[in-house]
Antibody
Framework: EVQLLQSGGGLVQPGGSLRLSCAAS????????MTWVRQAPGKGLEWVSG????????YYADSVKGRFTISRDNSKSTLYLQMNSLRIEDTAMYYC???????WGQGTLVTVSS | DIQMTQSPSSLSASVGDRVTITCRAS??????LAWLQHKPGKAPKSLIY???SLQSGVPSKFSGSGSGTEFTLTITSLQPEDFATYYC?????????FGGGTKVEIK
């Protein structure tokens, strides 16, 4: 059974940093492109970032470019999202998922507030 | 960036009804379109990929059609567990983009 187990969310002040993690099991992790998706309160789904299976290529939404960094450690079957210079508008539930969206993490809440 | 426009943004339907949701891309995306179902408090669930292919385990009451810029998701015989918000997403190019969502509510 494929599982994506997320960790690392929480409350942070504007301008602060957080790192989200997504530990995968039940799949050959390095074979899967991965992605982060978020949903702000009362809003729809927003694609945030993506990374290829080997980690050589990364992609970002304009709203997070230059502030967020996606990475992966295939030896640990883990995906990361380093979030710097956080803004109030980054407050959202963050989900990791395979790039084809067939498998999802449980979500982790990030709240940016003073 | 490719804009994905979903319609309607919400609809009311009764148990047993057939509903159709439309997704339009601002430029051609071939068949690189997915449909997802999202219920409050849960992770989204993928229903369809490649515009028409059902994900494993998804009942055949869900079907997708279209190619290029116009796509539809059809749900037949609506059941209580189908009331949710539905999203399309294009994966033809980066950045990936979602439609605004269609909330299917009970009439």
């Amino acid at each position: 059974e494929v599982q994506l187990l997320q960790s690392g969310g929480g409350l942070v002040q504007p301008g602060g940093s957080l790192r989200l993690s997504c530990a995968a099991s039940g799949l050959i992790f390095s074979s899967y492109d991965m992605t982060w998706v978020r949903q702000a309160p009362g809003k729809g789904l927003e694609w945030v970032s993506g990374i290829t299976g080997g980690g050589s290529s990364t992609y970002y939404a304009d709203s997070v470019k230059g502030r967020f960094t996606i990475s992966r450690d295939n030896s640990k079957s883990t995906l990361y999202l380093q979030m710097n210079s956080l803004r109030i508008e980054d407050t959202a539930m963050y989900y990791c998922a395979t790039a084809r969206l067939d498998f999802w993490g449980q979500g982790t809440l990030v709240t940016v507030s003073s | 960036d490719i804009q994905m426009t979903q319609s309607p943004s919400s609809l009311s339907a009764s148990v047993g009804d057939r509903v159709t949701i439309t997704c339009r891309a601002s430029q051609g995306i071939r068949n690189y379109l997915a449909w997802l179902q999202h219920k409050p408090g849960k992770a989204p669930k993928s229903l369809i990929y490649g515009a028409t292919s059902l994900q494993s385990g998804v009942p055949s009451k869900f079907s997708g059609s279209g190619s290029g810029t116009e796509f539809t998701l059809t749900i037949t015989s609506l059941q209580p567990e189908d009331f949710a918000t539905y999203y399309c997403q294009q994966y033809n190019t980066y950045p990936r983009t979602f439609g605004g969502g269609t909330k299917v509510e009970i009439k």
